[in-house]
């Protein structure tokens, strides 16, 4: 070892770690988790290959539930809370972001 590679081996902090990068810890999965999983997406399946059973389900639901007064009041709140704390900002958030690059697009 020559005096270059000593004074720069001399620098190195004596407190001085590697990281190693691990990787992300594998999940154990029990069988009645893999049971569940299965089932939603057979459930998904399912629907998704029954579309008309499905649509006379939800509309089957909504009759019940329009027939129930205090459950549909809360539905409507739900809904109504979903579109102005999601939906319309994403809407908005889309056309300022159209209008923009217009604006950028257009030369006069």
Same mark, same amino acid.
């Given at each position: ?23 992300? %810890? !594998? &999940?154990?999965?029990?069988? +009645?988790? =893999?049971?569940? /999983? ?6 998904? $399946? *399912?629907?998704?290959?029954? %579309? !008309? &059973?499905?649509?006379?389900? +939800?509309? =089957?639901?909504? /009759? ?6 205090? $459950? *549909? ?36």
């Amino acid at each position: 070892m020559n005096t270059d590679e000593m004074e720069t081996f001399s620098k190195i902090e004596p407190n001085f770690q590697i990281e190693y990068n691990d990787p992300p %810890p !594998v &999940k154990l999965v029990t069988a +009645a988790e =893999r049971l569940y /999983e299965r089932h939603l997406i057979n459930v998904k $399946k *399912y629907q998704h290959k029954n %579309p !008309v &059973k499905m649509k006379l389900k +939800a509309k =089957r639901y909504m /009759e019940e539930l329009k027939k129930d007064k205090e $459950k *549909y009041e809360i539905f409507l709140e739900k809904r109504r809370d979903y579109y102005i704390n999601v939906v319309k900002p994403k809407r908005e958030k889309k056309l300022a972001e159209a209008h923009e690059a217009l604006s950028t697009t257009l030369v006069i």
